[in-house]
């Protein structure tokens, strides 16, 4: 356990040197996304922007049985069609938040996964998928959608036909349709400590990532998906010029030529 930097009783915010786990425990509706929801993940986010240097965010589930359920059922019935749209907006502006956040954020997913659970995944830069994961969109079997950017991001990730298969049909699958996919960074084994595995991992790709420049290969590699080759090319090399001289560069060219390990600082 380390320091904690949010705590309320369905989130639990807590960092260990550069890393943080956002842990969701909305046990009671298997993590679904209410409206409340939303506004005590973004005071838990806003917690941790106050706090300097987390590198990397672990974003996972104390609820044995889920990851996140999707959106709030319960609050979807009975609004209006503006209503829905305004709901719809809210969801993607969290997850615009993820994507668009300084840290690298990885979905540590090893449970029911669906719908905006999934849309919350899909916004995470990279995605662990344990044994028990299972991903789907179950909108349709609802007479709905995804609204909060999964039909958007999903097809982009894993290509048009997966996106109109598994949006038309609801079909559930797990962490080996999801690897096939192209979705999943790694996926640890029944015998495995989910959550020991997926922090190792963070821990040895992440703990002393150079950030300044991970906050630009986020941005970059996304914009790929919408930019010509042109702009996308255009887009890479400003970046490569805004970070190039950065305190975090200068320490990885001189301590490659000083043949030692470098110690980024994240600026
Ligand atoms: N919204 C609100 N409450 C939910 C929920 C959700 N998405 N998912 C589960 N819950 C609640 C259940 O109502 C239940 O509450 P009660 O104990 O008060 O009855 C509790 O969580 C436990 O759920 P179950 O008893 O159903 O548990 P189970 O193990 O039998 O089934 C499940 C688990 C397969 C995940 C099932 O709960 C389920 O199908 N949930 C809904 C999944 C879904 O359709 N998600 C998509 C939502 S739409 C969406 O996300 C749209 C969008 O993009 C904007």
Same mark, same amino acid.
């Given at each position: 356990m380390g320091d904690v930097l949010f705590e309320h009783a369905d989130v639990l915010l807590e960092r260990q040197d550069t890393i943080a786990r956002l842990r969701l425990r909305r046990k009671s509706a298997l993590n679904a996304l209410s409206s409340a929801f939303f506004d005590t993940l973004d005071a838990a986010i806003d917690a941790l922007d106050a706090a300097?240097?987390?590198?990397a965010v672990i974003l996972m589930s104390?609820? %044995?049985?889920?990851f996140i359920a999707g959106a709030d059922i319960s609050e979807m019935k009975g609004k209006t069609a503006a209503e829905m749209e305004t709901y719809a907006r809210r969801g993607q502006r969290f997850m615009a938040r993820i994507e668009q956040h300084p840290a690298i954020w990885v979905a540590a997913v090893n449970g029911y996964c669906l719908g905006g659970g999934f849309e919350v995944a899909l916004s995470c830069d990279l995605i662990a998928a344990g044994p028990r994961a299972t991903f789907a969109f179950p909108e349709i079997g609802l007479?709905?959608? %995804?609204?909060?950017?999964g039909t958007q991001r999903f097809t982009r990730s894993a290509g048009m036909h997966a996106g109109l298969r598994y949006i038309l049909t609801g079909e559930r699958f797990g962490a080996d349709t999801a690897t096939a996919l192209g979705l999943v960074w790694i996926a640890p084994g029944e015998d495995e400590d989910f959550d020991e595995v997926v922090g190792g991992a963070v821990e040895k790709a992440f703990?002393?990532?150079a950030s300044v420049a991970a906050r630009e290969v986020k941005r970059v590699v996304r914009a790929a998906t919408w930019l010509s080759l042109e702009d996308g090319c255009d887009a890479e090399a400003a970046a490569f010029g805004a970070i190039g001289n950065s305190a975090d560069a200068v320490e990885g060219l001189t301590a490659f030529l000083e043949k030692r390990k470098p110690e980024f600082r994240g600026n």
């Amino acid at each position: 356990m380390g320091d904690v930097l949010f705590e309320h009783a369905d989130v639990l915010l807590e960092r260990q040197d550069t890393i943080a786990r956002l842990r969701l425990r909305r046990k009671s509706a298997l993590n679904a996304l209410s409206s409340a929801f939303f506004d005590t993940l973004d005071a838990a986010i806003d917690a941790l922007d106050a706090a300097e240097g987390v590198r990397a965010v672990i974003l996972m589930s104390d609820v %044995p049985k889920a990851f996140i359920a999707g959106a709030d059922i319960s609050e979807m019935k009975g609004k209006t069609a503006a209503e829905m749209e305004t709901y719809a907006r809210r969801g993607q502006r969290f997850m615009a938040r993820i994507e668009q956040h300084p840290a690298i954020w990885v979905a540590a997913v090893n449970g029911y996964c669906l719908g905006g659970g999934f849309e919350v995944a899909l916004s995470c830069d990279l995605i662990a998928a344990g044994p028990r994961a299972t991903f789907a969109f179950p909108e349709i079997g609802l007479g709905l959608l %995804p609204g909060f950017g999964g039909t958007q991001r999903f097809t982009r990730s894993a290509g048009m036909h997966a996106g109109l298969r598994y949006i038309l049909t609801g079909e559930r699958f797990g962490a080996d349709t999801a690897t096939a996919l192209g979705l999943v960074w790694i996926a640890p084994g029944e015998d495995e400590d989910f959550d020991e595995v997926v922090g190792g991992a963070v821990e040895k790709a992440f703990g002393n990532v150079a950030s300044v420049a991970a906050r630009e290969v986020k941005r970059v590699v996304r914009a790929a998906t919408w930019l010509s080759l042109e702009d996308g090319c255009d887009a890479e090399a400003a970046a490569f010029g805004a970070i190039g001289n950065s305190a975090d560069a200068v320490e990885g060219l001189t301590a490659f030529l000083e043949k030692r390990k470098p110690e980024f600082r994240g600026n």
